[in-house]
Every structure is written in C-alpha cells, then in structure tokens.
C-alpha cells in the first residue's frame, strides 16, 4: 500500500467530504445574505440612516461575493485534468480578487454618502425598527461566520476564508449602526450618523485590502507559514531513518497544498530501504497536512554538499 492509499485509509474520502462543506457554506452565505439585504432595504426606507445604507450596500456586496464565491468554490473542486495538472484551486483567488473590487466601490459610496450627510445633517427616523433588524442581523451572522470558521479549519479554503471576512466584519458595523441609530435617533446627535458610517466604510475597505493581499500571495505562490514549513521539516527528521532535509518547497491552490522536499538517507541502504523511509514520512507528513499532495525525493546523505562543491 503507497502513502497516498494509507493516508486516505487514515482519513477517508477527505476531498468529497471537503468539498461537501465548502459548498454548504457557501449555500449558507448566500441565504444570509439575501434575507438581510430584503430586512435592511425596508428598514433604509422608513429610518433613512446612511450607517444603515452602508451596512445594507456591504449586505449587497456580501450577496453578490457570495454568490460569486458560490460558482467559485464549484470551479475549485473540479478534479486535476490533463490541462489542469494541479487542479483547478485558484478560482478561489481570483474569486478573492473580484470581490475585493466590489468591496472598495462600496467603501468609497459610502465615503461619499457620509461626507454628504456631514455637510447636510437629517435626523434618523424610526430608530427601533433600524436597531431591532440590526440585532437580528448580529444573531444571524454571528452563527454564520461559527460556521464559516468551522469550515475554513477543516478545508484551509481561500473562498470561503474571504466570505468569513466580511461577515466578521458586518458584526463590527452592526454594532456601529446600532450606536449611530441610539446617538442620532434618541439623542439628536445627528453627526454620528455619517460618523460611524465612515468607520464603517474604513471596516470595509480593511477586509477587502485582506482579501487582495491573501490572494495575492496564493496566486504568486508563496510559500506555507514559517510555523508549517518547520512542522514538516520536524516531522520527516522524527524518523529514526532519515539523516537530514533539505530543498523544502511549498505552496497553495485553492484548499490543497503541495509539499516538496528531499530526504537524505544513509547511502549504504537499498533502494527498496529508501523507498520505503520515504512512504513512511509521506504519510505522517499527508496526515499533518489533510488533502495535501507530497513528493519526496531520496538524496544519499552528504550528497547535496558535494554538488555545492562541485557546481563552485
């Protein structure tokens, strides 16, 4: 039995069963969101908060990531084909980067909804309604990104990772609208209206910057975590076998990793001995990492100094 065949033995059907939870999440995050785009369309309508607009566009654009995240992460789970030989994950990065455009142009509507209610102060109206939704919508989010974290920590999925964002961040603005609504509604400050919906829009334009830089870094390939590229390296120089490590390579599409590195071995031992050595680190290091692709090549130990000599 290879590596690869006793790890999913250890973890059974793991890409279905991945892929089963990154669909629902996104199911679920579209259904949120157009429950709390229809309540915060009527409750803009009779309060006419721009705090309430600016969490009703960023609901909107929520809505739409969703939705955009939804054909995504459908794109993503297409397994490797003959054009496609690592799989097709980064649509999730390039899902990232297209709501990351819709974030910035809510964020600066906002901007400019906030500086026109600062030049022109209105008083909020029906402030209950607009608080009574809000507290709602910080329920329904707050069991939404519960779910979303699950998911993400079971399938490391850039998509959804990027959906969870914003939704942690709606809790932020929620909480926002409901103090601009309490301070201009039944206090008559009526600039903190406007105030807060420029925090809010800074919230916004923070989560979507977050979103560039994560896909960004998946897209140029970028290495895994210094606390994971040492997790590696820690668990192939476990083995009672293997003399050193060297040429660690790491990078991420989509919810899969893929790891590369050399394993020095005595040189005396037989090539069935090396094979073997580095089936038995394969699996340790595909059970660390779930849903990981690992190549491992033996190098007799001491090997790579003398290439380094040679090549000078």
Request: hydrophobic residues 50%; aromatic residues 8%.
């Amino acid at each position: 039995m290879s590596a690869s065949d006793a790890a999913k033995k250890v973890i059974p059907d793991l890409p279905a069963r991945n892929g089963r939870l990154m669909r629902r999440a996104t199911y679920a995050a579209v259904a949120v969101a157009v429950v709390l785009i229809a309540m915060k369309s009527v409750v803009f309508f009779f309060t006419g908060s721009v705090a309430m607009l600016g969490t009703l566009f960023d609901s909107l654009l929520d809505g739409s990531a969703s939705l955009l995240n939804l054909f995504a992460v459908r794109a993503a789970l297409i397994p490797a084909d003959d054009e496609h030989r690592f799989g097709h994950g980064k649509a999730e990065a390039l899902a990232g980067l297209g709501q990351s455009v819709f974030i910035f142009g809510s964020a600066g509507y906002i901007v400019f909804e906030a500086v026109r209610r600062l030049l022109n102060p209105m008083p909020v109206q029906n402030s209950a309604s607009g608080i009574a939704v809000t507290v709602f919508a910080i329920v329904v989010t707050l069991a939404l990104v519960a779910y979303q974290r699950h998911v993400v920590a079971e399938t490391r999925s850039l998509a959804i990772e990027a959906d969870s964002i914003h939704y942690r961040g709606d809790l932020l603005m929620n909480l926002s609208v409901i103090a601009a609504l309490v301070l201009s509604g039944y206090l008559g400050f009526h600039w903190a209206d406007p105030v807060f919906a420029l925090v809010i829009a800074g919230l916004i334009g923070w989560s979507a910057a977050q979103i560039v830089m994560n896909a960004f870094n998946q897209l140029m390939d970028r290495e895994l975590s210094d606390e994971d590229r040492e997790r590696i390296k820690t668990i192939a120089l476990e083995h009672p076998e293997v003399v050193n490590l060297h040429d660690l390579r790491t990078r991420t599409s989509g919810a899969h990793s893929f790891i590369q590195f050399h394993l020095e071995l005595d040189r005396d031992i037989t090539l069935m001995a090396a094979h073997r050595i580095s089936d038995e680190v394969e699996m340790k290091v595909m059970q660390a990492f779930p849903g990981a692709e690992v190549i491992i090549h033996q190098d007799p130990a001491g090997m790579e100094k003398l290439t380094r000599l040679q090549r000078v």
